[in-house]
């Protein structure tokens, strides 16, 4: 039995400008962080010429091209997999569509245990790489890179994206302390509410297709927001970073009426009543989790609770996509 797992990933400045739609024209940048919440993926060799999946649905077939989970049959036409005696199995620390890149997560460690399996070795980017071309240009799913890279790299990284689609990564330039800082200040809780990112994510692809002036402007001073956030963290001002995560909330609302509701607005602003700096939905929108960073931590903790919000306390992952059994 083979077992990977990938981090699942916070993004901390300039959401939204990894998409093809806006980095061919104007490049992007985002700086994301990998979480030790993960992806878990186990594949095993069968007896029998079946290929056996349980995901939250279970498969058996006898042919690949009858693989209804788009991004296993994908991963599987890939790379060329001709053995038919397989098993799959995924898992997963927090369940998919709540804004912290699972589906990346979950490719990453799926090809992964495939190369594993079939005793290749594979550098992240190529792993990154790989999983960006099954959803993006295989499934056309309109989506970014960033969940891709991070979950293969790990660790906290300012990521370029190019007009020739080409990605620029580097690590952080953050103290020890300053990580310290971050994992003891930022607090994560879930609204309750999962979504399709592609639902969100398709409006702003149209709008940047069409080089819609105010989506334009929009994704601009977000990624200042991103490069500004880098400046912030590698100078070790948390609080600034808490304030640029507010303004860049209140940027990110103005991409579609799809992005937040009334009850996300509640107890975003009842958190900073409470002694949040600043905060905003991890993710394209529309539910998953909402992260604040926090001087009044045990004071916005016991608010979020009274209404119902339930807390995922993480810590940084610097290991990326990796087999734990082999």
């Not at 990933?9 to 104007?26: A, K």
Request: with cysteine.
């Amino acid at each position: 039995m083979i077992m990977t797992r990938s981090p699942l990933r916070i993004s901390l400045g300039g959401g939204g400008t990894d998409l093809p739609s806006y980095y061919q024209e104007h490049s992007g940048f985002v700086v994301a962080a990998a979480i030790d919440k993960y992806v878990y993926i186990m594949t095993n060799r069968r007896f029998v010429p079946k290929i056996l999946l349980k995901y939250s649905q279970m498969e058996e077939v006898e042919r690949i091209g009858d693989i209804e989970h788009p991004l296993i049959r994908e991963a599987l036409r890939l790379l060329e997999w001709e053995d038919l005696r397989l098993e799959i199995n995924s898992m997963a620390d927090i369940p998919a569509g709540t804004g912290l890149g699972s589906s990346g997560s979950f490719t990453t460690a799926l090809l992964k245990a495939l190369h594993v399996q079939k005793k290749h070795l594979i550098h992240p980017r190529d792993l990154a790489e790989q999983a960006c071309k099954i959803e993006m240009d295989i499934l056309k799913e309109p989506v970014g890179k960033q969940d891709q890279y991070i979950a293969a790299l790990g660790g906290i990284v300012c990521f370029r994206f190019l007009p020739n689609s080409q990605v620029e990564a580097w690590p952080l330039k953050v103290s020890q302390g300053t990580i310290y800082d971050m994992e003891d200040h930022l607090l994560l809780f879930f609204t309750g509410y999962t979504r399709s990112a592609g639902e969100i994510l398709k409006e702003q692809d149209v709008k940047s297709k069409k080089n819609d002036q105010s989506m334009m402007a929009n994704l601009h001073f977000v990624k200042q927001i991103g490069r500004d956030v880098k400046d912030a963290l590698e100078a070790g001002d948390v609080k600034r970073f808490g304030e640029l995560m507010k303004t860049h909330w209140e940027y990110k609302k103005e991409r579609s009426s799809a992005m937040s509701n009334e009850r996300i607005n509640h107890w975003y602003d009842l958190a900073m009543r409470n002694g949040a700096l600043g905060g905003k939905l991890i993710g394209a929108g529309g539910g998953g989790f909402l992260m604040f960073l926090c001087e009044e931590r045990a004071r916005v903790r016991q608010v979020m609770t009274e209404e119902g919000l339930q807390e995922v306390r993480f810590r940084f992952d610097f290991e990326g996509t990796k087999a734990i059994i082999q």
